[in-house]
């Protein structure tokens, strides 16, 4: 016998408006890739999302598009700030308050590589990776800390790597910036408990994009022989988990460090 929603329990009924919506989103470096999937993903979940996108104008308003036309709550935009220059990033937030207002979560994605063993680093090497995920990282959430300290469920979520955790050959400049955003979202947990707010990190292994497949095809091979699942994630999964932390759902995480990782550290 089917039951009517009156006569279904409450924690049991169903939802009338999908989960993220009424929230704004804003995401690093999404005009491809992870950003992209984590922006489509919320979208789809009914949040308003800020596609934040430093050169590829295009794809950024592909991704908006794409998210605004969907048959659901999301909309998007595309807002260009190179996330390195703090006054691009506080333009981004004039821009972000005029047509949106306040942002509920920021997701800190942006990010590049510059590999070379460390004998052959260059000081330029090692400050582009800094500057992009861990100063990027510090840039934003400067500029919206108060949106994230005023919102119902203030949501900081820093993406990360598995290489922060494990080190890598020819990555000591990533892997230093991707740890760095441990302790950084630890301490921002901690001085944003009071509010309600959460700061979580998430450390993806390797994961489908183009900054994976720029790799040789041997060495992927190599890559994947260590990983317990024997494949790479896809960007969906980890979209998947960052939705989550974005949900009310996640309320009581905060200060951690989420592997998604196929178990390769097992
Ligand atoms: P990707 O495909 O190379 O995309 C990088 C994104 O970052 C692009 O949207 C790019 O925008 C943007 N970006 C780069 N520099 C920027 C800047 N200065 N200001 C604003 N945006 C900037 O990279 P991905 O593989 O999706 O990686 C996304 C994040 O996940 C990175 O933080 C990466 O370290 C992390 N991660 C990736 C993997 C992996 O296996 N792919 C694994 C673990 C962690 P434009 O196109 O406009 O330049």
Redesign the pocket.
Known sequence: MSSTSAERPADVERPSRQPLAGQTCLV?????????GIACELGRHGATIIV?????EA??HEVADAITDADTEGTARPIQ????DPSEVDAMREAVRETVGPIDVLVT????TSDRTFADMTREDWHRVLD??LH?TFNCTKAFYDDLETADDGRLIA?????GKQGNVGQANYAAA?SGLFGFTRSLALELAGSGATANCVA????R????EAIPDGIQDDLRDDIPLER?ATVNEIAGLVRYLAGERSGYITGEVIDINGGIDL
């Open positions: 690093t470096g999404a005009s491809r890739g992870i950003g992209r934040n996108y430093r050169s590829s794809a950024a700030a190179d996330v390195t994605n942006a990010g590049i992009v995920s990027g993406i990360s790597s598995v290489v991707k993806p292994g390797f994961t994009t183009e900054m994976v790479f």
